[in-house]
C-alpha cells in the first residue's frame, strides 16, 4: 500500500467502525446506509390478461429504483429485471379477483430496453441473466380475501378499459433453489404483517390498465394476450448486518492501513 494511501485506509475504517453512514451492498446491490427499510420501486411491469378462474397469470419488468436511487447496481450499466408466474385465479368477477400461489424471480444484469421488442423476447432476454432473488406468494391477505389468496385486485377486469389496483404479500425463498444466499438472507426480515397473525417479508402493491402497452405485442383480450402495462412497488424490511462484523470490516482495514506503513518505511 502506497504512503499517501494510509491516512484514507485508516478513516475509511474508522467510519466503517462508526457505522454512522456505512452503505449495505449485497448481491451487487448498494441497499443505501444501515437502518434503510428495503423499498423496491418497479415499473414497466407488464402481464398476461385473465377472464376466469383457474387461470395464470405472468409477468415481468425492471426494477428502476431502490431505496429511491437508479444508480443501485455496483456494477455499471446493470439493473435488476423480474419475472412472474404461477399466480392462479380464483373468486373472478368483472371488478375483482384473487389469485393463489405465485413465483416472483429476480435477475440481474446488463440493462436493456423492454419496449424495443416483444413480451415474449423479453422473458426470454430476463431468464438469461443472473438470479437474484426468489419471491413466492404468501396467504391470509385478509379484507375478505380466501385464506390461500396471495395476491388480490380491484376495477376494471374484462374486456378493454382495464384499469385496477392491487396488493399481495410475499416471502423470500431461502432454500437456495434460485437466486444468491446473501441476499435471501438479508430479504428474509419477517416485518410485514398477515391478517393471521402470521408475518411476510414483502408487500407489493400494483397498478394497470391496457392503455399503452408494448408496441410488439398483440392483445385481442384473450387469456394469455399481453393486455396489460403498469408499475409495481415493494416494500419491506431487511435484516441488518451485526454490527461486530461491520466493526470487524473496519478494524481489518486499518490493520491493513498500518501494515502498509510498516512496509512502507522499511523500503
Known amino acids: 500500500m502506497k504512503l499517501k494511501m494510509i491516512p484514507a485506509a485508516v478513516a475509511f475504517g474508522c ?5 454512522s453512514a456505512s452503505a449495505i451492498v449485497v448481491g451487487g446491490v448498494d441497499f443505501g446506509a444501515l437502518g434503510l427499510t428495503n423499498h423496491i420501486e418497479t415499473t414497466t411491469l407488464a402481464e398476461t390478461y385473465i377472464d376466469d378462474n383457474g387461470q395464470t397469470l405472468q409477468g415481468y419488468g425492471v426494477i ?4 429511491g436511487d437508479s444508480t443501485y447496481s455496483t456494477t ?11 399466480y392462479t385465479s380464483q373468486n373472478f368477477s368483472a371488478t375483482d379477483v384473487e389469485f393463489k400461489g405465485g413465483i416472483v424471480d429476480v435477475y440481474i444484469g446488463a440493462e436493456f430496453n423492454l419496449l424495443n421488442q416483444s413480451s415474449a423476447t423479453n422473458l426470454t432476454l430476463i431468464t438469461g441473466l443472473t438470479p437474484w432473488a ?3 406468494g404468501h396467504g391470509n391477505l385478509g379484507g375478505g380475501a380466501a385464506a390461500d389468496s396471495t395476491l388480490k385486485a380491484h376495477g376494471t377486469l374484462t374486456g378493454s378499459g382495464l384499469d385496477f389496483t392491487g396488493a399481495g404479500l410475499l416471502d423470500v425463498d431461502t432454500s437456495g433453489a434460485f437466486g444468491l444466499a446473501d441476499v435471501a ?4 426480515a419477517d416485518g410485514e404483517p398477515d391478517d393471521a397473525g402470521g408475518f411476510a417479508d ?10 399503452v402497452l408494448n408496441p410488439f405485442d398483440t392483445c385481442n383480450y384473450n387469456p394469455g394476450d ?25 478494524i481489518g482495514l486499518i490493520g491493513a492501513g498500518f501494515i502498509g506503513r510498516r512496509k512502507a518505511k522499511k523500503g
Open 202 to 211: 414483502i408487500t407489493l402493491t400494483t397498478s394497470g390498465s391496457d392503455s
Open 185 to 188: 438472507a438479508y430479504l428474509d
Open 64 to 67: 428502476n429504483t431502490v431505496n
Open 226 to 250: 399481453w393486455c396489460i402495462a403498469g408499475s409495481a412497488d415493494m416494500r419491506g424490511k431487511t435484516v441488518i448486518p451485526e454490527p461486530s462484523a461491520i466493526a470487524l470490516f473496519g
Open 134 to 136: 426468489r419471491f413466492t
Open 15 to 19: 467510519a466503517m467502525v462508526a457505522g
Open 76 to 86: 455499471p450499466g446493470q439493473k435488476l429485471y423480474f419475472v412472474f408466474n404461477n
